[in-house]
């Protein structure tokens, strides 16, 4: 991959935060130059060998799950997180007969998993972990506790990598270049705790029956403008260094995934940056993970060579957002009544001058055992599927189904 | 790459027509499968090594080229024909200004040149091949007379295939794709002459606001249903196996470039199979191409992961599309008087009942000296450049800009 060098990185406490890169071309010929980093395929297919990809589902079409989840570089770990309906008609089975049948064709390696699965909640509840679980029993809905679920399961495969890819993506080649971009990042952090986030070149829309290729969307420009102005009020600089606070495209490392504390609802994604100046921002002065101080926490913004275009959510969608991701930076410990005022001005139409609301947080995961929740999974769980890689081997003419899949209906 | 295996070969003479497969995945595992091919990469790489593709250029938005030609495999030489407006604004300095930018930073083989270039139409002229040439001096305009540059460019440079890929396609990533679909083609190929046609899985349309997942255009349909009953005729046995009559996108051999015909405006694409027919099919009498002949040509269709997303060429483009492809269908050799009478009836709106015409069809390129064609151009057209892989080289700290483009106006 040839991507551009980051002209700039804005150090905050002990965040690093690099300036936004393009990728210049997916491959590239190993040349040098001056203005971009070349990196090589090797080094990237050595990431995605430890690398998990987790797909949240939640009654996707499932043309459009097909096309990402066959995109997907085959080294990765693919993991499915459904959410889907059971019955009328039983979405989860026909996304696990999808799952069953390309693992059937690829070999890659693929899991899946239902949320709403009994027995994963106890599984939950046995790791002591229960703050995604209703009544202490099912796992609540939401995307970020699906992503919570796929993150112990990537933890439990022993990945060093963790990446999210939205299932309702119309397009399965900008599929495949996002997990390449997450890779690139990789290669080029210089902490083991560090972050890929990928900004989108356009996001078209259905504009009078043509595409409109649309830079930014709203609810992006709003969270990005406070999560900069937040570091701006303690440093006495202005930047406008984030433009990825909402991006659902993101990637990072295990060791990283285990010390962040996560949002719930739409605000998971700027929550991420909220986190880290909390614990790790300029100024704070309890720092619990001095392992992770020291080391510092880098973040990639990477700009796709492919346009995002996905299913459209409607207008409620996009207030939700934006409430979300402002009543997180609200919340945010480092923000002084300048950066809260401005924030409830933007809200002032939404809110009616009511207080924002606090997410809900879910703690760290990373004290979790999280060989022993698959292995509980494995035994118990109806929904869960583990298909290996390299499952099937064809003996001479004959095929010989060796294992077919490690669930318990065996 | 993992691929179907095609069920089913259709031979009709010595042209041998692949039934549709399909794109499984990008890259596999090179795991035994009984039911897919496993294409290495290394075996696609060593074909992109000898690949040039060639990108018609008219006017297009400079942000889809800009995407296109970064998409494009490193290891492939792009050839970009321009027969973009030169006044008010200069759309071709925009592309070559592109162009040059972009090989400062990828370092890729890219060569460019205007189709209105007089000292081109001089080329032709010199090399004796005036079948493109308007009043013998400058060439035609036509997408058709725009491949025949890049072809005799791409056999200047000794490459051994040459594809095709329009440049207003939205989705760098298909574009990558489609160059990867087609030296997956020629990994399988037996014959030195063969060609690979994709099939797009869907073609979007915006239907009220929404993008909606198109699998047939009405051209397509009605030109491979009339390719497809010349053969049905010939045999006795129905087959609908072509499905790519009207593949924009397909790439072939050199040794296959050297022999075919080649149609103009619409027809260019329908044509492949027309002359094929005519020079290979059953029944074909005086055969006088007899390597290619005992070797057999080979057509393989390959379906896309990826849909296609492109400009909105407008209605009266898919009459004219319709209109060449049926006449040029009809004016096979053959066809016999159902399949002429059946075309002529769906012709019936659109001509009212005059006698279809015959497409201008320029002859073979394969005795033309492209050296010395490219040679001329090197030294004399103003609007050629080549710029080399890897010309330029950063030495320690500093830049040096061996060769910066080898145009004549250095």
């Known amino acids: 991959m040839l991507i551009e060098m980051p002209r700039h990185t804005e150090i905050f406490g002990s965040v690093k935060i690099h300036e936004m890169q393009r990728v210049l071309k997916i491959d590239s010929g190993r040349f040098a130059n001056p203005r971009a980093k070349d990196i ?12 998990a990809i987790i797909v949240p589902v939640k009654d996707e079409k499932i043309h459009l799950l097909d096309g990402v989840l066959r995109a997907i570089p085959f080294d990765c770990t693919v993991i499915v997180v459904s959410n889907s309906k059971r019955e009328g008609p039983d979405f989860y089975k026909m996304e696990r007969d999808l799952v069953r049948h390309l693992h059937d064709l690829t070999q890659q390696e693929i899991l899946i998993v239902h949320q709403k699965d009994p027995d994963l909640g106890f599984a939950f509840y046995d790791a002591g972990y229960d703050h995604l679980l209703r009544r202490d029993t099912i796992v609540r809905d939401g995307k970020a506790e699906g992503m919570i679920i796929g993150m112990l399961l990537a933890k439990a495969l022993g990945k060093d990598y963790i990446g999210f890819a939205d299932a309702d993506n119309y397009i399965p080649g900008s599929v495949r270049e996002y997990v390449i971009d997450y890779a690139a990042g990789f290669c080029m952090a210089e902490s083991p705790y560090s972050m890929v986030r990928l900004h989108w070149r356009y996001k078209p829309k259905v504009v009078e029956a043509k595409l409109y290729f649309q830079k930014w969307g709203r609810v992006s420009e709003t969270t990005n403008k406070y999560l900069n102005l937040i570091m701006s009020a303690h440093t006495g600089f202005e930047t406008g260094i984030v433009i990825t606070g909402n991006a659902g495209e993101h990637a990072l490392t295990t060791k990283l995934a285990d010390i962040l504390s996560y949002s719930t609802g739409y605000s998971i994604e700027p929550y991420h940056f909220v986190c880290l100046f ?31 275009i996905h299913e459209e959510k409607g207008k409620a969608h996009i207030n939700n957002m934006l409430l979300g991701s402002l009543q997180t930076i609200y919340h945010c410990e480092l923000c002084n009544d300048y950066v809260r005022s401005k924030v409830l001005e933007e809200l002032g139409d939404i809110l009616e001058w009511e207080e924002p609301k606090k997410s809900l947080i879910m703690p760290p995961i990373g004290e979790l055992d999280a060989p022993r929740f698959m292995k509980m999974l494995e035994s118990t769980a109806e929904t869960f599927a583990r298909f290996e890689q390299g499952a099937i081997v064809s003996e001479g003419e004959d095929k010989a189904y060796l294992k077919e899949e490690s669930s318990h209906t065996e």
Chains 1, 2 share one sequence.
């Open 278 to 308: 909390d614990r790790f921002g300029l100024g704070v002065k309890n720092i619990t993970d001095t392992d992770a101080a020291n080391a510092g926490i880098e973040i990639f913004q990477i700009e796709t060579l492919n346009p995002h």
């Open 40 to 51: 090589p395929f090797e080094d990237i297919k050595d990431i995605l060998r430890r690398f």
